[in-house]
């Protein structure tokens, strides 16, 4: 199993920057792809970015692209979500997980989950 733990999240304002962290820990040489994900309130989750754990490949939601930015750090098996320029609308539960098998942007193609960190933004 793979182990996720976020955090970083907070409330600021619209505009402001936030960089959340996810560390990994247990089986994380099964992982394949890290990604990060959003809930609203009565909102379904939706997909917000993922990276392949080698590099070189990153996917992000047509909402956030140009705004927030994936990396990871493979000797902290740490991935990151640098998030500029906030909105309301970014308001959410952000959520971090992992794929044993192949980049994606669906939640389905993610095994392990962790348990969320909140992000809110004012106006």
């Known amino acids: 199993q793979v182990q996720l733990v976020e955090s970083g999240g907070g409330l600021v304002q619209t505009g402001d920057s936030l960089r959340l962290s996810c560390a990994a820990s247990?089986?994380?040489?099964?992982?394949?792809?890290m990604g990060w994900f959003r809930q609203a309130p009565g909102k379904e989750r939706e997909f917000v970015t993922s990276i392949r754990w080698t590099g070189g490949l990153a996917f992000y939601a047509d909402s956030v692209k140009g705004r927030f930015t994936i990396s990871r750090d493979n000797g902290k098996n740490t991935v990151y979500l640098q998030m500029n320029s906030l909105k309301p609308e970014d308001t959410a539960v952000y959520y971090c997980a992992t794929s044993s098998r192949v980049i994606s942007r669906l939640k389905r193609d993610f095994e392990y989950w962790g348990q969320g960190t909140q992000v809110t933004v004012s106006s």
């Open positions: 247990g089986r994380t040489f099964s992982i394949y792809a």
